[in-house]
């Protein structure tokens, strides 16, 4: 059995990360003391590993639950399509990184846009769709995704980090202060209309990841730098990290 400290450290995986995998189901720990640590055995380590896969080929983690979760799913089928679709992807990124040095040798002259052929890309989401495309909770997730053009797709995104940037209007605030926790809200409710139910254990473990590092954290902070004017030099450092508090006061009241 390992701690949930040890599997981060083994797996690069952050801390809050695998609490947020918990929260959501993607991850159970295999046992909880008493004291309430985490433990994981090979068993959990397995199905992390498969994870990881997953969000390599860029796969959301309701899907990847919707594919673990079911009883049909054959490891080996699931493993050899994991490395079938990672094939496809690498060659198509040999073809990137040619052209690029085909570019840089000799110019625009070289330019082509064969690499960029989207066709590789629908090949790509076809042959997932026929491997995992048949469970409920993926065809409801894709039903869910489909239903949007591009241009709408912007439209929500941007739409979530005009939301941060308020937040990074609001760092001088304590995180228990009410324009804070409406703001805690607004960003709940957001979710639950334009992604999915939004449930109290689903946002604490947002608040998690918001505040885990990496891109998310990045992005986040980006997001609330462009909002406040009345912050010094750091821009939005620190935004994610405060709605991160700013969520868990709100799940506990």
């Not at 209007?169 to 992604?195: E, N, S, W």
Request: hydrophobic letters at 40%.
């Amino acid at each position: 059995m390992k701690t949930v400290k040890e599997v981060s450290e083994l797996t690069g995986v952050s801390v809050r990360a695998l609490h947020h995998y918990d929260a959501i189901g993607l991850l159970r720990p295999t046992r909880v003391t008493e004291a309430g640590y985490r433990l994981y055995d090979g068993e959990a380590l397995k199905r992390l590993w498969t994870i990881l896969l997953f969000r390599e080929l860029d796969f959301p983690l309701a899907a990847i639950r919707a594919i673990l979760d079911n009883p049909a799913t054959d490891r080996e089928n699931v493993l050899n399509a994991q490395i079938e679709l990672l094939e496809m992807r690498r060659n198509r990124l040999d073809g990137v990184i040619r052209l690029a040095k085909n570019v840089r040798d000799r110019g625009g002259e070289a330019m082509s846009f064969q690499a960029f052929d989207r066709e590789k890309q629908k090949e790509y989401a076809r042959r997932a769709k026929e491997t995992w495309g048949g469970t409920e909770a993926y065809r409801e997730f894709e039903k869910k995704d489909a239903g949007r053009a591009p241009e709408e797709k912007e439209e929500v995104n941007e739409g979530l980090m005009r939301i941060f940037r308020e937040f990074g209007g609001l760092l001088a605030l304590d995180p228990a202060d009410a324009p804070v926790q409406a703001q805690v809200k607004a960003l709940k409710d957001y979710i639950t209309k334009h992604f999915y139910d939004c449930k109290p254990e689903i946002l604490a473990g947002l608040g998690q990841m918001y505040a885990a590092g990496g891109e998310m954290t990045q992005n986040i902070d980006a997001a609330g730098g462009e909002m406040t004017q009345n912050i010094d030099a750091a821009g939005g450092k620190g935004t994610a990290e405060f709605v991160g508090r700013a969520i868990e006061i709100f799940v506990k009241h």
